[in-house]
Each structure stands twice: as C-alpha cells, then as structure tokens.
C-alpha cells in the first residue's frame, strides 16, 4: 500500500489539536496552511538524526542528484537515514524549500541542522568534511 502524506499530516495535525474553529490555525481542514506543513517537517526532524528529503525512495531514487545523496549516504555506512518522498505531496516538496530556504530537492539535515543538498553533500564528501561530520555525529 503507497505511503500517503495526506493521511500522515492529518494525524499529526490531530496530535496538534488545533482549533477548527480559527481558519489559519493549521487544522485538518486546512492542511494547504504552512504552519501545519512545517510543523511537520519539525517533527521529523526532531524525531531523525539524518532526514533526507527526495525525490523517490531509497530504494528507488526518482532524480540522479537524490540517487547521488543515497549512494553516498550507504557508502559511509549512516546507520539511520530517514527518507521523506517530496513526490508524494506537493506540500512538502514546497514546504520543505521554504523551510529552508533553498531552493532544490534533495535536501540533507544533520541533528536538525540543514546541510544542503547534493552539491553540498558532493563537495563534503570529497573533502572528507561529509565522514568527519558522520563520525562526530555518531551516525557512522
């Protein structure tokens, strides 16, 4: 059964208890409101030291630059990578680019911390600057 965003933001918006009542309040019935969006995409980050934000799975990246990003991720061995699929809701994949900032997909955090995307994570790499985080971190 496809994973659904649209049922996993109303049940995080559940836990929430917003007030159905104020229409910019994020409820179930706005989930189209920002601060829903973004509060979960802060959840997931709280809840994830490595979050991945793609296009695709891990195990079927949908664009070369978020395939990059897994083979290098599986490369240094990360032990725990959590993948969100900006394919599945047009929400996030907006969301998450305001959120951060930037403009592209895939997207990389750290312990909350945006790294950057694959040129960043090409660039860390090559330096050795991406193992040495990794190993700081504990998440290799």
């Known amino acids: 059964m496809k994973f659904s965003w649209m049922n ?10 917003y007030d159905s009542e104020d229409p910019n309040s994020g409820n179930v019935q706005n989930l189209d409101n920002y601060q829903t969006t973004k509060a979960f995409i802060t959840n ?6 490595v979050v991945l934000f793609m296009k695709g799975t891990s195990e079927m990246p949908q664009c070369g630059f978020s395939n990059y ?7 240094y061995k990360v032990k725990d990578f959590h993948v969100v699929n900006v394919l599945d809701s047009d929400m996030i994949r907006e969301g998450i680019k305001k959120y951060s ?3 592209t ?8 911390e945006f790294i950057g995307g694959s040129d960043i994570i090409k660039e ?3 330096d050795g600057s991406l193992e040495h985080l990794l ?3 504990k998440l290799i």
């Open 8 to 17: 996993k933001l109303k049940e995080f918006a559940k836990k929430l208890d």
């Open 135 to 137: 190993q700081r971190e």
């Open 101 to 103: 900032n930037w403009p």
């Open 69 to 75: 990003v897994v083979q290098v991720f599986k490369f």
């Open 105 to 112: 997909i895939p997207q990389i955090y750290i312990k909350e």
């Open 44 to 49: 997931t980050l709280r809840n994830n030291d």
């Open 124 to 126: 860390m790499h090559m």
